[in-house]
């Protein structure tokens, strides 16, 4: 049987890079990324899946649209410091954000 290659440099910049997201998820916000806090029960927040990926297009909670982040048309990029794909579903979305727990963080 082969044997497994050993970790390059790049390999383990990429696992620190993933720590420091785990204990940090707003680690690798862009400055023109909003990082949102979500605590127990539902977002509020409807998505709809655009060219660009999966954009909020209305809030189902009045709270929620009279906090101002996130605005209509932000597009949803990461939850919890993991980047979602432009070719994500809405099925996708929900999965994660069911799978990572509350408070969640949501970067716009």
């Known amino acids: ?3 497994p290659r050993p970790p390059t440099v790049d390999d383990l910049a990429t696992l620190a890079d993933e720590a420091r997201c785990v204990r940090d998820p707003t ?3 862009a400055p023109d990324v909003e990082v949102v806090s979500f605590g127990p029960g539902p977002l509020g927040i409807l998505l709809t899946r655009k060219r660009r990926g999966l954009v909020v297009s209305n809030f189902s909670s009045e709270e929620r649209r009279a906090s101002g982040s996130p605005r209509v048309a932000d597009t949803l990029v990461a939850v919890n410091g993991r980047s979602l794909p432009r070719d994500a579903t ?16 949501v970067a716009f």
């Open 1 to 3: 049987a082969a044997r």
């Open 90 to 105: 809405l099925n996708d979305a929900v999965a994660l954000l069911g799978a990572v727990g509350r408070p969640v963080l």
């Open 27 to 29: 680690a690798r916000a």
